[in-house]
């Protein structure tokens, strides 16, 4: 069966760091992602990494301020934010890519970890 699990998020002030982990079990890593879901909005993408850990991508509104990383022999995802915004207040998921090209997520969820970003 597989799992994914999300921790790490929290409340936190506008410009303030949080890292957030998640920890696969069930299926190895492959190429992974970040995505979010604000209250009231649809899910979106928000980091990828590559199977290898040498290619990232972001969407424009985290670029220069959120870092996707791995470690593959934990089976573990990370996502580190710097400089929080108000409206990156959101329930965080990580999930495997399906398609690289256009970051389309596996079926599995998890449960999200919630970070809340006041101003």
């Known amino acids: 069966q597989v799992q994914l699990a999300e921790s790490g998020g929290g409340l936190v002030q506008a410009g303030g760091s949080l890292s957030l982990s998640c920890a696969a079990s069930?299926?190895?890593?492959?190429?992974m992602g970040w995505f979010r879901q604000a209250p009231g909005k649809e899910r979106e993408f928000v980091a990828a990494?590559?199977?290898?850990?040498?290619?990232?991508y972001y969407v424009d509104s985290v670029k220069g301020r959120f870092t996707i990383s791995r470690d593959n022999g934990k089976n573990t995802v990370y996502l580190t934010m710097h400089s929080l915004k108000p409206e990156d207040t959101a329930v965080y998921y990580c999930?495997?890519?399906?398609?690289?090209?256009?970051?389309?997520?596996?079926?599995?969820w998890g449960q999200g970890t919630q970070v809340i970003v006041s101003s």
């Open positions: 990494i590559m199977w290898h850990g040498r290619n990232t």
């Open positions: 069930g299926r190895s890593l492959s190429n």
């Open positions: 999930n495997f890519l399906s398609d690289w090209g256009t970051k389309k997520p596996d079926d599995y």
